[in-house]
């Protein structure tokens, strides 16, 4: 059986690859593109934007005009136009996979009640490589424990809007809950001036925005004497790319739920 998929945003960056992945695996048909109102795009050939020649799927506008042709939507796009978006599948019994990052409280709560009527996969990060990360830095953070500092340092490219990444922070997350700490009280995003020395409970983030640097995260654990970091570099969308479309092809099979990629890969 073909699953149905839509995508919004599919003239961004990670839309028109998402597009590309799409192409290459059997049993996945692109059925919907779906573009802001403001797009200078929207008419065009998604195929011909992606660079795979004419696939005869246009772009459009609105979500609701399509939603009809689709089994599973992947979001990549802005916070509140995902809000927008979930609430629309919830209606449909649409499945959702969604890559945006940077939501607010009140928007995740919006995602969340979508999750108790559709199945959503909601990733900060979809290579399976960044997933295999957070494994082991659970493992890492329950072995150095309270011995160590941490922090999390990421890059990227110059476009991107919100800081830290969505991904540093699930790093954070993790760290987190493997040492029993409140993210929200030990967090320190930045320094500067007299911050007095570093207490050890704190997780700090650092971010860097440059060039065309598709994702770089480092979580360090320094201790005296050593330290361990675990790193992971992108080098190609198409790594967070083909783990949205793995993921959308599984949530066509899922029950109502908030999941994320680790359940996509059974970690
Ligand atoms: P991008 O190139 O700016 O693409 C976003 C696209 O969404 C743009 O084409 C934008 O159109 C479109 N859009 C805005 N509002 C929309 C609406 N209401 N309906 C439909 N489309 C709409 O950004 P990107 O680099 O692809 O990243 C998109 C998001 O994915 C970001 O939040 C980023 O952090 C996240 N991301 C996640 C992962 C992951 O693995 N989870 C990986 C990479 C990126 P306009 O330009 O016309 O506004």
Same mark, same amino acid.
């Given at each position: 059986?073909?699953?149905?998929?839509?995508?919004?945003?599919?003239?961004?960056?990670?839309?028109?690859?998402?597009?590309?992945?799409?192409?290459?695996?059997?049993?996945?048909? +692109?059925?919907?593109?779906?573009?802001? =109102?403001?797009?200078?795009?929207?008419?065009?050939?998604?195929?011909?934007?992606?660079?795979?020649?004419?696939?005869?799927?246009?772009?459009?506008?609105?979500?609701?005009?399509?939603?009809?042709?689709?089994?599973? /939507?992947?979001?990549?796009?802005? =916070?509140?136009?995902?809000?927008?978006?979930?609430?629309?599948?919830?209606?449909?019994?649409?499945?959702?996979?969604?890559?945006?990052?940077?939501?607010? =409280?009140?928007?995740? /709560?919006?995602?969340?009640?979508?999750?108790?009527?559709?199945?959503?996969?909601?990733?900060?990060?979809?290579?399976?490589?960044?997933?295999?990360?957070?494994?082991?830095?659970?493992?890492?953070?329950?072995?150095?424990?309270?011995?160590?500092?941490?922090?999390?340092?990421?890059?990227?490219?110059?476009?991107?809007?919100?800081?830290?990444?969505?991904?540093? /922070?699930?790093?954070?997350?993790?760290?987190?809950?493997? /040492?029993?700490?409140?993210?929200? %009280?030990?967090?320190?995003?930045?320094?500067?001036?007299?911050?007095?020395?570093?207490?050890?409970?704190?997780?700090?983030?650092?971010?860097?925005?440059?060039?065309?640097?598709?994702?770089?995260?480092?979580?360090?654990?320094?201790?005296?004497?050593?330290?361990?970091?675990?790193?992971?570099?992108?080098?190609?969308?198409?790594?967070?790319?083909?783990?949205?479309? %793995?993921?959308?092809?599984?949530?066509?099979?899922?029950?109502?739920? +908030?999941?994320?990629? %680790?359940?996509?890969?059974?970690?």
């Amino acid at each position: 059986m073909t699953t149905r998929i839509g995508i919004t945003g599919a003239a961004g960056r990670m839309g028109r690859t998402l597009v590309e992945a799409i192409d290459q695996v059997d049993g996945l048909q +692109l059925t919907a593109a779906i573009e802001s =109102p403001q797009s200078s795009l929207l008419g065009a050939d998604a195929g011909e934007l992606a660079g795979l020649g004419r696939n005869g799927v246009t772009v459009v506008d609105s979500l609701e005009s399509v939603i009809d042709s689709i089994d599973v /939507l992947i979001d990549f796009t802005v =916070p509140a136009a995902t809000a927008a978006n979930v609430a629309v599948c919830a209606d449909k019994g649409v499945a959702m996979a969604i890559g945006t990052t940077g939501f607010t =409280p009140e928007q995740q /709560l919006v995602i969340d009640a979508a999750a108790t009527r559709i199945a959503v996969c909601k990733a900060s990060n979809f290579s399976t490589g960044v997933n295999l990360c957070f494994k082991l830095l659970d493992m890492a953070a329950r072995v150095l424990g309270d011995d160590v500092d941490v922090e999390v340092y990421e890059a990227h490219h110059r476009h991107k809007i919100d800081a830290p990444s969505g991904t540093a /922070l699930s790093m954070g997350q993790v760290v987190a809950d493997a /040492l029993d700490r409140d993210l929200d %009280r030990v967090a320190v995003y930045g320094r500067e001036g007299q911050t007095g020395a570093r207490k050890r409970e704190t997780i700090g983030f650092a971010t860097v925005r440059a060039g065309d640097i598709v994702g770089d995260h480092t979580v360090t654990f320094a201790a005296d004497g050593e330290r361990v970091e675990i790193t992971h570099k992108a080098s190609s969308r198409m790594s967070f790319a083909r783990g949205a479309v %793995r993921a959308a092809g599984w949530l066509a099979e899922q029950k109502a739920g +908030l999941y994320d990629m %680790r359940d996509v890969l059974g970690l």
